[in-house]
C-alpha cells in the first residue's frame, strides 16, 4: 500500500520504518527541512536502538523516502498517518495547532480520496473536529475518512514495539476503512481491537493514565515503607506475583517523565473537566509525581548543606535507551540543586546534546560517568542507563570527594551498597551509611 507518515519524530519515524519493513511504500514527511535532510542522508535525527539500521535496509530496497515537500508527500498515498506532536498548552489540554495544520494541508495538496489515520494522542471528539476540518478544506469531490489509531509504543523500545505490540486499536465506524487498516497490519499478526472513534481516543488516554497511577502508587508506598522501615523492593516484588497486579510498572523512584505521561494525564483531567467531572484520582496522581521529583534533592539537604557543593547528576534523559528531554525529572532535580546552589556537573550518553537545549546553561557537561564523578561531593542516580547500572560502587567511593550516593532508581541492592565506604540513600528502602 502507499502511505504518507506526516511527522517524523518518535512515533512517526518508527512508524515509517515499520511499515515499510513490512512491505509498504511509505513516504516520510516533516515540514523541519533540518530533520528531512538527516533522514534522505540516512541519519537518524532521534535515538532510538535498532531503528538506523532497520531504515537503512528499508531505503535500500527503495520502499522508504522522505521529503520536507508537501506536493510530493501528499500526491499519491491511500493511507495518510498523522504523527504531529499535541504538545501540552499552559491550562494543559492538549494543543492541536499542528494537527489543525495537517488537515489544511490535506485539503490544499491532496486530489484523491485517502483514508487519514490518527497516530497522534488526541483528545475525545478530535477526530470527529478533524473530519470536520478535511470536509471544509478538501477540493470538490475529494472524501477522507478519518481513523483513530492511537500508538502505544515506548521510546527506547519503539522498534521492538512495533512488531510486537500488546493490540493495535482501529476506531472508525467506516468498514471499508478499517478492512484497509487489517490489510495494511496484517503482516505483523498483531491483536486488532476495533471500536468505535471516540473510544479509540479513550482508551489511549486510560492507559496512559493507569500506568501513571501504577507508577505513583507505588511511589507513594515507597514514602510509606521508608517510614515504617520496609523494603520497597520486596514489596513490589511480593505484590506483582500476584496475577491480578503483575510486576510491570511498580518500580519505584523518582517520578515518571517523558514526553507521554506528563502531557496526557493533564490532557486527561481537563478532557474530564470539560464535562464537569472532577477527575480526582488523577488529580492525586500528578499531585504524588510532582512531589516524588522533589523528594530526592530533599533527601540530600537533610544531610548536607548543597550551597558551593559539587553534584554529580548521573543520567538526564527521562528513561534510558532515549535521548528525550520532555519532562525528564532531572530538569526538576537539576533546578531544585542549582537553587540550593550546588554546581551541577551532568552526564548522559545520549542525551547531553537535548539535554543543553533544555537545561539551565550553569549546569556543566562531563564526558564521562567517571568525570561527573571525579572530586564530586554527592551524587545524584537519575536515568538507570545500563553503563549507570553496572558502574561498580566502589568507583563512587574512589573518584567523589565525599562519597554520598542519592539514587533515585534503586540501581544497586544494600548488600552491595554495605560492601563500600559510602552513604547511600535509595528509594523505598533503608539508608546505608
Ligand atoms: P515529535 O515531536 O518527536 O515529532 C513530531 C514531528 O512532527 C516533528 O518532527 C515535527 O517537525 C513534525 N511536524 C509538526 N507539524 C507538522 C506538519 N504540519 N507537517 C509535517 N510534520 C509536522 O513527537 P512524538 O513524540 O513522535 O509524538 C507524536 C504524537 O504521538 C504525539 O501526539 C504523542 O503524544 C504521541 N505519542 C508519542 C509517543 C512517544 O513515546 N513519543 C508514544 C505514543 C504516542
Known sequence: MKVTVIGTGYVGLVTAVGLAKIGHTVIGYDVDPRKAALLQRGEVPIYEPGLAELMQECRQEGRLLFTDEAELAYREPELVFIAVGTPPKADGSADLTYIEQVCRDIGRYMDHDAVVVTKSTVPVGTNDHIQGLLQAY??????????????????????????????????????????????????????????????????????????AAKISFINEISNICE???????????????????????????????????????????????HVQHDFQLLKAVIEVNNKQQASLVKKAKEVLELKGKRAALLGLAFKPNTDDMREAPSLAIAEQLLEAGADVIAY???????????????????????????????????????????????????????????????????????????YYCSIGRRTVA
Open 227 to 273: 517510614k515504617v522501615d520496609a523494603d520497597i523492593e520486596s514489596v513490589a516484588f511480593g505484590m506483582g506475583l500476584d496475577r491480578r497486579i503483575g510486576p510491570q510498572f511498580l518500580k519505584a523512584g523518582i517520578g515518571y517523565g517523558g514526553s507521554c505521561f506528563p502531557k496526557d494525564t493533564k490532557a486527561l483531567v481537563q478532557i474530564a473537566g
Open 348 to 422: 548522559d550518553p545520549e542525551a547531553a546534546e537535548n539535554a543543553r537545549r533544555v537545561l539551565p546553561e550553569q549546569v556543566q557537561y562531563a564526558s564521562s560517568l567517571q568525570e561527573a564523578l571525579q572530586g564530586a561531593d554527592v551524587a545524584f542516580i537519575v536515568t538507570e542507563w545500563a553503563e549507570i547500572v553496572e558502574l561498580p560502587l566502589s568507583q563512587y567511593a574512589e573518584l567523589m570527594r565525599e562519597p554520598l550516593v542519592f539514587d533515585g532508581r534503586n540501581c544497586y541492592s544494600l548488600e552491595e551498597a554495605g560492601r563500600h565506604d559510602l
Open 138 to 211: 478538501a477540493r470538490g469531490g475529494t472524501a477522507f475518512t478519518v481513523v483513530s489509531n492511537p500508538e502505544f509504543l515506548r521510546e527506547g523500545t519503539g522498534v521492538h514495539d512495533f512488531f510486537n505490540g500488546d493490540r493495535i486499536v482501529i476506531g472508525t465506524s467506516c468498514d471499508r476503512a478499517a478492512g484497509l487498516l487489517e490489510e495494511l497490519y496484517a503482516p505483523l499478526g498483531l491483536p486488532l481491537f476495533h471500536t468505535d472513534i471516540r473510544s479509540a481516543e479513550m482508551i489511549k488516554y486510560a492507559s496512559n493514565a493507569f500506568l
